[in-house]
């Protein structure tokens, strides 16, 4: 595969390596921007591994709670001007609401939205507003209490990043502290037992090839990469982070001091993990003044 300057460019935007390491890891790794990536954290030669903060799609995240059951909502639309626009988020509720009944995507959108489906109610919205608009995803979560947590919303009950959290015991008040964690944070799991082994033991190979790098013996090796990996589910998973409201307790300790047990969580971000192809403005007008 042909290794471009654009390529080159992305891998450096997102690690922070040299040029010509950036370059090596890619040609290494046969253009693969994932592997290019854990290639250089394995030299050492990362500085960060944001391999999906480069995201560009609008619209809108809503979440919806009827007693013990919550549901998250992702529409996208085209700009955020859309996203903005109070026609558009009408609906959005609307779809969140009507997603309550149903449990995947496909069903949504043959769901009843006042005499037409979800389906045909964003056909009839893409021709009045003139964007692409779709509905991603969605997701549900039920628990003894469930608690919502909207950052950056753009009315009640939507807005770019939604939190559904569900507790047993405690109140409320603990219950949106931990959903404000999860939109501040990110856990990639709840607990080790909920991990994807696939990305532990990815992870784990990753450090075994730095300490490695390093060339002590391998015992002390197995004794680095233990502790490494303690640190790394202790990031990656909910209960074990250090909680966001009190750093000296665990996001576990700080629940259970109020009384209360986290059994699960959901957390959606508009546009997670798309990538949109961007061409540069010289590029965009020539192609333009060709047409």
Known sequence: MAI?????????????????????????????MDEAVDWLRTKGLAKAAKKSGRTAAEGLVAVHVDGGNGVAVEVNSETDFVAKNAEFQEMVGKIASAAKNVDN????????????????????????????????????????????????????????????????????????????????VNPTALSEADMDPAVVEKEKQVQMDIARESGKPEQVIEKMIEGRMKKFVAESTL?????????????????????????????????????????????????????
Do not use: W
């Open 4 to 32: 471009t300057a654009a390529m080159v460019k992305e891998l450096r935007d997102s690690t922070g390596a040299g040029m010509m390491d950036a370059k090596k890891a890619l040609t290494e790794t046969g253009g693969n």
């Open 105 to 184: 995507v496909e069903a949504l959108l043959a769901a009843d939205l006042g005499g037409k489906s979800v389906a045909d109610t964003l056909t009839d919205k893409i021709a009045t507003i003139g964007e692409n608009m779709s509905v991603r995803r969605m997701a549900k979560l039920s628990g003894d209490t469930v608690v919502s947590y909207v950052h950056n919303a753009a009315t009640n009950g939507m807005g770019k990043i939604g939190v559904l959290v569900a507790l047993t015991g405690g109140d409320e008040a603990i219950g949106k502290q931990v959903a404000m964690h999860i939109a501040a």
């Open 239 to 291: 209960l074990n982070q250090q909680f966001v409201v009190n750093p000296d307790l665990t996001v576990e300790a700080a629940a259970k001091e109020a009384g209360a047990t986290i059994t699960g969580f959901i957390r959606l971000e508009v546009g997670e993990g798309i990538v949109v192809e961007k061409e540069d403005f010289a590029a965009e007008v020539a192609k333009a003044a060709q047409g």
